[in-house]
């Protein structure tokens, strides 16, 4: 995952190999091969083991508790999760033991629901996910001094960054104290997912606190609509998880549907290599698939500055392509003057601080890459 800067006025299996061949054979993602030389293949190969998860332990689920010490404590505990300390810990953070950091995953039963407030318990994420809105909720701390702050999550679905920002904003007494005129909004463009992010709204937050935050199913690179008395013109803050290549997620598509294909009882073994090698390999990583998505990326995070003009944007993918990170945010700096990149002193990087986590800069910002420690 790349956070490609803060930016204020002021990221295997039997298979014969053939995973260096889809981002790298002729036709496929030359830039990959450029910007990572030989590295790209055991990225690639980082890309095809199992996912990691975190876990966000929901302040809301079970009221007048703290994680640590609760049903939900307890939970993370015997699947050997440990409660994170200092700033990420606040925001209720788990991980799984250094440990898994190899071969080994520990895997996480589907999330229970509390029985007495109906709400689901913990919500698994990628780590290296949490880091983008840990980020703007350090840059917001002086903001939130005033009483009340404004916050943009312009490409929310699933939900999980959303999620963190409310329980940040509304835990504790936030979400009844009306004092505290937060407002956090939501925006994604394809219905299916903004489905998914309510459902997911439904079932981790109680309806005090989802009364205070605005959905709306739009395009984050257009004006928005709320209603409700919502400036969608003026956010204190803006999260930009912008829609990317998630070379990883395409990647493990490919070999969920090459396995499939090949799970034919008249196959042997050598035929069956030979089908799932092709099948990976037809996976398409075209450059201009790369430059199409950079384009709309620069179009969302252009609009999204002018969102926050006094404010903080922070911007990230899941992308390993410099094309969909660096690049695009040069490009909306020269389009929106005024702006500049801060990526030097990061909350995130310095919550991080004693954690076995590898962070990598980049010319504005830094990224979390799975063949270090395998989160991104």
Known sequence: RGLAGTISCRRASSIRNPASEVLSSEGGDVPLRQQFGSRLDALVQAMLKPKKYAAWANPFAIPRQRSLGSETGRMLEEHGFVMLSGQLGASQLWLPPAATNNASRVFLPKPPTCQSTGLKIYYPLDF?????????????ASHCHRGSVSVLDACA????KFLLLAGELFGANGGHDQRLQHCLAGVERDKFRFNRLRQNLNLYLPRHVSGRTKLACGDAALPLRFGGG????CFDAVLLDAPCSSERERLLRAVKHAHSKANREDLVDEERAELLARELSSTSWEAS??????????????????????G??????????????DDVVAEALRRVPGWRCDAGSSAALQALVGLDIVVERTEYGWQVLPDTDGWG
């Open 128 to 140: 290296a996910s949490v880091l983008p809105a840990f980020e703007l909720l350090g840059r917001l």
């Open 230 to 233: 919502v400036n969608t013109q």
């Open 289 to 310: 698939k790369t430059k199409g998505n950079a384009r709309r990326q620069v179009d969302l995070l252009v609009a999204n500055l002018r969102r926050a003009p006094s």
């Open 312 to 325: 903080i944007v922070v911007y990230s993918t899941c992308a390993l392509s410099r094309l969909e990170n």
């Open 157 to 160: 679905a699933p939900g999980g």
